[in-house]
């Protein structure tokens, strides 16, 4: 089972950027796909961003297009969720999850086999 660490959410005011990282655990780090979700107060976990397993494909929301971008560095078993120009409705918790091998769709919470415990982004206006 592969476990998920994400770091670097924190209090920002909009319009500034913040980098999250997510640390995974084992040695087949390279052969999934990984994605970022948030989820806000009251809402639905949402789909944030994706990457493919060599970094080639990169998945975005709509509402986050233009401001954020992921990467990966499958040497440290890292992804990155740099988000830049940042509104008061980015803020959430933002979790980093594993897509199953077997799934076809990267913005579907249910395709995704383990996440992370999540880290609060709070943007004030």
């Known amino acids: 089972q592969v476990q998920l660490v994400e770091s670097g959410g924190g209090l920002v005011q909009a319009g500034g950027s913040l980098r999250l990282s997510c640390a995974a655990s084992?040695?087949?780090?390279?052969?999934?796909?990984m994605g970022w979700f948030r989820q806000a107060p009251g809402k639905e976990r949402e789909f944030v961003i994706a990457i493919s397993r060599s970094g080639g494909n990169i998945y975005y929301a709509d509402s986050v297009k233009g401001r954020f971008t992921i990467s990966r560095v499958n040497a440290k078993n890292t992804v990155y969720l740099q988000m830049n120009s940042l509104k008061p409705e980015d803020t959430a918790v933002y979790y980093c999850?594993?897509?199953?091998?077997?799934?076809?769709?990267?913005?579907?919470?249910?395709?995704?086999?383990?996440w992370g415990q999540g880290t609060q982004v709070t943007v004030s206006s």
């Open positions: 999850a594993k897509r199953s091998p077997y799934g076809r769709s990267y913005s579907v919470p249910e395709e995704y086999e383990s």
């Open positions: 084992g040695r087949t780090f390279s052969n999934y796909a």
